[in-house]
C-alpha cells in the first residue's frame, strides 16, 4: 500500500485530503509544518508527499530544498497562487506537479496516480535483486550466476519474474501459463511448465535438485524460495 505524506496547516483541508485519499485506498499522514513533515520524512517509507507553499515557519519551497539534498520522493504542491514564474521556479528545486487549492478530487487522484506509476516504472526500470551467486536485472532481463551471464529464454526469463514479482504467493502450473503465456489451460501445460521450470533451475540454482530460488509447492505449483524472500524483507526489495 502506497503512503502519502500531507503537509497542510490548513486543519480541515488536511483532514478533506486524507479522508478522501484514503478512501481510495491509499495510507495517508497528515502533518502541519514543515518541521515535522521532515521528521516523518526522515522515518522514510513515503511514497509520495501533497505539500501546501504556505507553512508557518519553514515554507514549502524550502522544505522542498532540504528533503532534496536526501530523497527524490515526488512532492504534489497544493497551492491557490502558483503562476508559471514560481512553478517553474518550484520545478526547478524538486516539484513534480500542482493542484489548485480549491482542489477537485479527481483531479488530485488522476495526479497522485500518474506520479506514482512513474514512480514504479523507474524504479522497475533500475530493478537488480541478488541472491547469493545470482544477480537479476530486470531492466535488461539479465540473469549473472557466479560471474557470468545466463542466456535464458523469453519464457523462462518471464517465469523468474513472476516470482519475484509476488514473493509472498504460490503460483499453479495453469497461473503460470496464463500469464506467461497469454494461452488458455489444456491438458499439456503441466508438462511445459514443469520443462521450463527444470531448464531454468539449471541455469541458476547451486543444486537443481534442491533449488533455493524456485521452491515446487506439492501437488500445485511453484513459488520464490523462502530463503530468497527472507533475504528481500531485509533489503526492503518487495
Do not use: C
Amino acid at each position: 500500500m502506497e503512503k502519502i505524506l500531507i503537509v497542510e496547516d490548513n486543519k480541515v483541508v488536511n483532514k478533506a485530503l486524507s479522508v478522501f485519499l484514503e478512501s481510495k485506498g491509499f495510507k495517508v499522514v497528515g502533518v502541519y509544518n514543515a518541521e515535522d513533515a521532515l521528521i516523518e520524512v526522515n522515518k522514510g517509507n513515503y511514497s509520495l508527499i501533497i505539500l501546501d507553499l504556505n507553512l508557518p515557519k519553514m515554507n514549502g519551497y524550502q522544505f522542498i530544498q532540504v528533503i532534496r539534498k536526501k530523497t527524490d520522493i515526488p512532492v504534489i504542491i497544493n497551492t491557490a497562487y502558483a503562476n508559471v514564474k514560481s512553478r517553474v521556479k518550484l520545478i526547478h528545486v524538486g516539484a513534480s506537479d500542482f493542484i489548485e487549492k480549491s482542489f477537485d478530487k479527481e483531479e488530485i487522484l488522476e495526479s497522485v496516480k500518474i506520479i506514482l506509476e512513474d514512480q514504479r516504472k523507474s524504479k522497475e526500470r533500475n530493478r537488480v535483486v541478488k541472491y547469493k551467486d545470482v544477480e537479476i536485472n530486470f531492466s535488461k532481463r539479465m540473469v549473472i550466476n557466479n560471474g557470468k551471464e545466463v542466456e535464458l529464454t523469453s519464457k523462462e526469463f518471464d517465469i523468474l519474474r513472476m516470482l519475484f514479482d509476488n514473493p509472498q504467493r504460490a503460483f499453479s502450473r495453469k497461473q503460470l501459463y496464463l500469464v506467461v503465456w497469454g494461452e488458455e489451460y489444456d491438458e499439456f501445460v503441466d508438462n511445459t511448465i514443469n520443462v521450463h521450470v527444470k531448464r531454468l533451475r539449471n541455469k541458476i540454482e547451486v543444486n537443481p535438485k534442491k533449488p533455493e530460488i524456485i521452491e515446487t509447492v506439492y501437488a500445485f505449483g511453484y513459488r520464490l524460495g523462502k530463503q530468497v524472500v527472507e533475504e528481500l524483507q531485509k533489503e526492503n526489495w518487495e
